[in-house]
């Protein structure tokens, strides 16, 4: 879970699931089938004979990229209604329901997009396919449950202010972005979450849930033309939604900045990054090996020098997450207070030193292959393989993104990186959360 990911309302849950099954390799799987329904809704199929388990994940273009400061919150809140009941039960019932199909489903808005997901074994993915038809066509979304959970959230949101690294991200965000939409939190602000009333999550729904910004991902031990036929009988129906142009959204200025909190807290936090490229931008990849080298896991400079061998730093990593967007390349340390200075000094250091003297070739081999070897375990499972699907199509990636993101990684030389730094890595926004 990314920095910025809200974690979802989950309805049932099996250990089984919940750790995750092993699937199949990409090039064991079976038949991938893509389909545009008339109503414009599109459906993924991927077959994977190995594990018994199917997943199901259904994204909308819905989320904090098409929310304001008055409206932040509204995809999760949203979410957080629907799974609470539908027009056929109850979210007790619900939660029974998928429970007896040795399942879960849950239901979340995100930075770029919302989504219900949902899982089973693989003798019950009709019924399944079916539960989440229900809940993405027939929410209840009752002005009581909207009340509960706005509550609900409230607390959440406060607890996410209490946790210091919680805090730091999206402290940092908001002063990274600015006025653009990322530099809201997911979760919303007290002033957002207090205007939202039923009628507005009512007016979000109507305007998400429509067939031309969906899309419907399904892997698992499935024929691929049954689960295509099903879903368009529980689909199909939709009636289109019409022709949907979203607004251009004025990209986030960069400037250099330094902001400082404080807060009761047993460590400090020290956040410092710059703007990123894009998901399909040509540099991605680059920026991707960039981070690797960075904070990709104990390997990684970051936890290497600043942690190991200096002992500045608890923690030590680099997030650089894909969005349709500009996204953002952030490298975190947590530290004691007391070495808080020292810990940012020499967190600016290996970021000027990764921006003035090249990599060796030793050092991006491994990065390479650290980053490709967590992209291909992230892939193995059924509900992995089923988000991605939905993902790389929401974000308007081509088909296989999968095949050119490894093509692309492979690629990039130690004139990418040195490049890249230099690039991506100035101006920078530092953040840091003292503790008093």
Partial sequence: MTPRSCRPAVLGL????????????????????????????TVIVRENAVAPVVAVSLLVRM???????????????LHAVMVKGTAKRSGGELAEA????????????????????????????????????????????????VDREREWLLSRLQKRRDNAPSRAFDEFF???????????????????????DHAALVAAYRAGYR????????????AASEVLAEARRLFGGMAPGGASTDPPIPAPVTSAKRVEVEMPAQQAQILAGALAPPLGHPDHAAVKVLSTILG???????????????????????????????????????????????????????IERIRREPVSAEELAR?????????????????????????YDIEG????????????????????????????????TTLVVRAR
């Fill in 98 to 145: 998928v429970a007896a199909l040795g399942g879960k489903i849950s239901a979340t808005g995100e930075v770029d997009y919302s989504e219900i997901r949902a899982s089973s074994l693989t003798r019950f993915w009709r019924d399944l396919l079916g539960l989440v038809a229900e809940l993405a066509l027939e929410p209840k979304l009752l002005p009581d449950d």
């Fill in 174 to 196: 908001a002063a990274l972005y600015g006025s653009h939409p990322y530099a809201l939190p997911v979760l919303g602000t007290s002033e957002s979450l207090a205007r939202i």
């Fill in 211 to 222: 067939p031309n910004r969906m899309v419907l991902a399904v892997s698992g031990q499935v």
């Fill in 397 to 428: 990636q081509a088909r296989d993104f999968p095949d050119r993101y490894r093509r692309a990684v492979l690629a990039v030389s130690v004139a990418d990186v040195l490049r890249v730094a230099r690039q991506y890595l100035d101006p920078l």
């Fill in 14 to 41: 099996v250990g089984l699931l919940a750790t995750g099954v092993l699937a199949a390799p990409s090039n064991a799987a079976g038949q991938m089938r893509w389909e545009r329904l008339d109503n414009g809704l």
């Fill in 296 to 350: 990709g896991g104990m390997a990684g400079r970051l936890f290497a020098e600043l942690r190991d061998r200096k002992g500045l730093a608890y923690t030590a990593t680099s997030y650089y997450d894909p969005v349709r967007e500009p996204g953002a390349l952030v490298l975190y340390l947590g530290t004691a207070p007391e070495n808080a200075q020292k810990a940012e000094a020499a967190l600016l250091a290996e």
């Fill in 367 to 391: 990065a390479k292959g650290y980053l490709l070897g967590r992209y291909a375990m992230d892939r193995r499972t059924n509900e992995r393989l089923a988000w991605y699907l939905a993902f």
């Fill in 63 to 77: 989320g904090t990229r098409w929310e304001q400061p008055a409206t932040a919150g509204t995809s999760n809140f």
